[in-house]
């Protein structure tokens, strides 16, 4: 397999981390916020179970996750934000989908249209691209810490749909409902995982070479900064050669 189609992954392979840790919390906060909407006890609400795992994985501080639930609740005034995906096109024909939290819609659709005119990209209908992707859990395990056979096993049991084995890093992807439960299972049995999400994963992706490739990841990630972006999908596939030419280009 050996190629890089999960924007995430690429992200930690290119060494590029969001500019700040300002930024990552600014993300964090928004999910908890609209998470809360659907009650602030975590124990009956998984997507804010998940976003409070994901603030304290952030070392975010107690009291501003204690906002974050308040404000999603009502309890504290604060902007409110509109969710919403936007679809797109980007170099080579690959489909890109992004899910936005916004306070004003027309001004974020504007700015991410404009960022896709200038990267090689342009937005697309509402429909054209999110038929490709389907929502699943994602968790990557570095091959180095776990035997194959002894993860299959403890993954396959705990609820996982499928492991795809890459060169360096087993990709386990599950139902979201089986998600929690799967990651669980790796936890309890000592596993670290380098990446544990609910996201949209492509059906079947587009072989990018050099040029397009480079394109493709100077557009991600300038979508990805963007602060109205939370999450961006694209199904691109890069081989490691290419990946290896763009990164030593660049």
């Known amino acids: 397999m050996g190629g890089h189609s999960h924007w995430a992954t690429v992200k930690r392979h290119k060494g590029a981390q969001d ?13 908890v916020a609209i998470a809360a909407r659907s009650g602030a006890d975590p124990d009956g609400n998984p997507r804010l179970r998940l976003a409070i795992s994901k603030a304290k994985e952030a070392n975010m501080p107690g009291d501003t996750l204690k906002k974050a639930i308040q404000r999603g609740t009502g309890e504290l005034p604060g902007l409110v934000y509109e969710e919403f995906t936007l679809e797109a096109y980007g170099p080579g024909g690959t489909g890109i989908l992004m899910e936005i939290t916004s306070d004003n819609r027309n001004r974020t659709v504007a700015e991410l249209r404009n960022l896709l005119t200038k990267n090689h990209g342009n937005m697309a209908e509402a429909g054209a691209v999110s038929w490709q992707f389907h929502k699943k859990g994602l968790l990557t395990v570095e091959k180095h810490s776990v035997d194959e056979d002894t993860l299959l096993s403890l ?87 290419v990946m290896e030419k763009v990164a030593a280009a660049g």
């Open 19 to 31: 500019a700040k840790r300002g930024k990552i919390f600014t993300r964090i906060i928004r999910e």
């Open 155 to 241: 993954v396959l049991d705990a609820g996982a749909e499928d492991v795809k084995v890459g060169e360096k890093s087993f990709e386990i992807l599950t139902d979201p409902h089986y998600f929690e439960q799967v990651k669980k299972a790796i936890g309890d049995a000592k596993i670290h995982t380098t990446l544990a999400d609910v996201t949209f994963v492509p059906q079947n992706t587009i072989r990018l070479e050099e040029k397009s490739a480079e394109q493709m990841l100077k557009l991600m990630e300038v979508l990805d900064e963007h602060d109205d972006v939370q999450k961006v999908h694209a199904n691109f596939d890069i081989s490691d050669e």
